[in-house]
């Protein structure tokens, strides 16, 4: 599965003035004329040498998690790679989405991908002493006021509800009761994953409840799947596809093992500092896309599918790793910043100009 811009010439995708404004860039075009399909979500990694788009001792959003220049990563090859796919990708984000309220949802790879949008907009942002953050609960809000433009986070690691009850915390895979806020974007990101095998101290629930029934646990896959379709249930009949655009983008992958990558020895990124060439990841895609694909596919409305899986396997060499400030502990989960989530944003904003 994956979104199929129809009929377009088939160009590289053009460095920061994507967010900026002013031409089209056109780096090595590409079948330029030519009708046809291009997928934007399959292509290659390659050095850019005006890459990054971005300074990211520039930009004040960015957690210690993801910071990895600041905290000590010496290497910085993996800051020139630019996802070459064959598409058209035009600039001009902030005025094209003036008035607009943006929010991705889910998981702290929503929140990845969040601060880069904010450090993006705030790296061609002439006046930022107008740019202002907010938190309200589990929101967090940055506002471009010139351009009266919202960038919001909201944590929902599994989407659907964790409620407190007499016997502890429940993991209800068919209540979702954010929706009401949800809905009320013009456009909104949706994730989850990452928490779906978390267990002991770092699991935040003591049961599930599966329709009338309660269990201490089950299988995560299965309630991963329930938990997805109670999700594109409610997108079928609560989201007016008129006002507002939906998008869930894939299962973001790790770099713990090394086998996956025909690297046996491997156990971890702390080393990787190079892309896999080429186009496929050995072990192919992990069973949760599937499951993901599956779900998307029987939902009636609109929802578009940001397919960045297969992409982000192949950078093995953009996580923190140790370089995280936190403990120096091993992360091969999340992305720096800047990094690979700036293509995840490029890439959506390929889809919506498409749409507009």
């Known amino acids: 599965m994956g979104f199929w811009v129809q009929g377009w010439s088939c160009i590289l995708v053009g460095v920061a003035m994507i967010f900026s404004g002013g031409m089209c860039l056109a ?18 990694w390659v050095v850019d040498e005006s890459y990054p788009m971005y300074n990211s001792t520039l930009c004040p959003h960015i957690r210690r998690e993801f910071d990895c220049q600041k ?20 600039p ?48 967090t809000t940055v506002i471009f006021q010139d351009y ?7 944590r929902s690691p599994y989407l659907v509800d964790i409620e407190i009850e007499e016997i502890g915390r429940v993991l209800k895979l068919d209540s979702l009761k954010n929706g009401d806020i949800w809905k009320t974007n ?36 299965v ?26 983008r894939g299962v973001s992958p790790t770099h713990y093992d090394g086998k996956e990558w025909d690297e046996p020895r491997v156990t971890n990124c702390s ?23 599956g779900v998307l596919s029987g939902v009636p409305k609109p929802v578009q599918f940001l397919n960045i899986t297969t992409l982000s396997q192949l950078r093995k060499d953009g996580h923190p790793s140790m370089y995280n400030g936190v403990n120096r502990s091993m992360d091969c989960t999340h992305w720096c910043i800047a990094g690979v989530p700036d293509t995840w944003n490029q890439l959506l904003y390929a889809a919506l100009i498409s749409q507009n």
């Open 186 to 221: 013009d456009i909104v990101i949706f994730n989850t994953w990452l928490w779906w095998y978390r267990s002991g101290r770092a699991q935040p629930w003591d049961y599930i409840q599966d329709g009338d029934q309660i269990k201490k646990d089950m299988d995560r896959m």
């Open 92 to 139: 001009d984000f902030l005025r094209r989405f003036k008035g607009k309220k943006i929010m991705y949802i889910g998981d702290s790879i929503s929140v990845n991908q969040w601060q880069s949008m904010v450090c993006l907009l705030h790296a061609v942002v002439s006046d930022q002493s107008r740019i202002f953050q907010n938190v309200n609960g589990p929101i």
């Open 148 to 154: 009266d433009l919202s960038i919001m986070v909201f």
């Open 271 to 293: 080393k990787e500092t190079q892309p896999i060439s080429g186009s496929t990841y050995p072990s192919g895609l992990p069973q949760s896309s599937y499951v993901v694909e």
């Open 27 to 44: 780096k090595g075009e590409v079948g330029e004329g030519e009708e046809g399909k291009c997928d934007i979500y399959e292509g290659s």
């Open 71 to 90: 905290y000590g990563r010496l290497d910085n090859l993996y800051l020139r790679y630019r996802w070459q796919p064959k598409t058209v990708i035009c």
């Open 223 to 248: 309630a991963f799947k329930k938990a997805l379709i109670t999700w594109a249930k409610w997108v079928d009949s609560n989201v007016d596809f008129n006002k507002t655009q939906v998008f869930f």
